[in-house]
């Protein structure tokens, strides 16, 4: 969300970050953990910018709740859970585009995108400033942050199965919603917990830790972006 502040008679521009977490973990998220250095490097390099946080496992978005914001949409006469789903669809939209930026926290889940991700995408789906070919969040940056329990990456046993960052990306990106997407991704998360992936360990733990300076360096950037307005 960009606004406009006067100081000393002169304009200044508040920009805002949108963060949406979908872990499960809680403090041991991976992904809550990547993210929280994207954060800290925007707020340092833009002190006073706002963000606008939404935690889908404390507030999720059921299918219930997409089925009524989409019947809702289409209806002569919305029932009250079909207008409290429109009303929700549009403020989870509202979120979204009043932010100059987004970062969206995405862990694998059964191989594929979380129920909790999916959900909310679906919600903004039925919102018409998202509709196809709209392109509604055109060149704005969007950073994903996704991890995975396992290895899928090139040469891995299980190369491919990750069905979701394929997903998110394309969604997010040009195609679709038409942001200007960077992917973190950290994977073999489970290696420290799994004695069958305790030769990975130090695999493992570099990659985090490249990730790490990997966050830390987007949202540096982001903020250098926008620190210029």
């Not at 805002?16 to 499960?24: A, Q, T």
């Not at 409290?84 to 979120?95: I, S």
Request: aromatic share 6%; with cysteine.
């Amino acid at each position: 969300m960009t606004e406009y502040l006067w100081v000393s008679n002169e304009m200044k521009t508040v920009h805002s970050l949108c963060r949406v977490d979908s872990s499960i973990q809680g403090a041991a998220s991976v992904t809550r953990e990547i993210a929280d250095e994207v954060e800290k490097a925007w707020l340092a390099r833009l002190p006073g910018a706002g963000v606008v946080r939404r935690d889908l496992t404390q507030s999720p978005v059921s299918p219930a709740m997409w089925t009524d914001a989409l019947m809702g949409r289409r209806a002569e006469t919305p029932t009250p859970a079909q207008q409290a789903a429109v009303a929700l669809a549009t403020e989870l939209g509202d979120e979204v585009l009043a932010a100059d930026a987004l970062l969206v926290c995405a862990p694998l889940y059964n191989w594929g995108v979380s129920g909790h991700v999916k959900c909310w995408i679906d919600m903004l789906w039925t919102d018409p400033r998202f509709a196809p070919r709209t392109y509604p969040l055109a060149g704005r940056p969007i950073v994903l942050v996704v991890a995975r329990g396992g290895g899928a990456s090139p040469g891995a046993p299980q190369e491919g199965w990750d069905h979701s960052v394929p997903y998110l990306v394309r969604m997010f990106g040009d195609e679709i919603f038409g942001g200007d997407v960077t992917v973190i991704e950290t994977e073999l998360t489970l290696a420290d917990r799994s004695p069958a992936m305790a030769h990975l360990r130090d695999r493992a733990a570099d990659l985090r830790a490249r990730n790490h300076e990997l966050a830390a360096a987007t949202g540096a950037a982001l903020g250098e972006r926008f620190a210029t307005d």
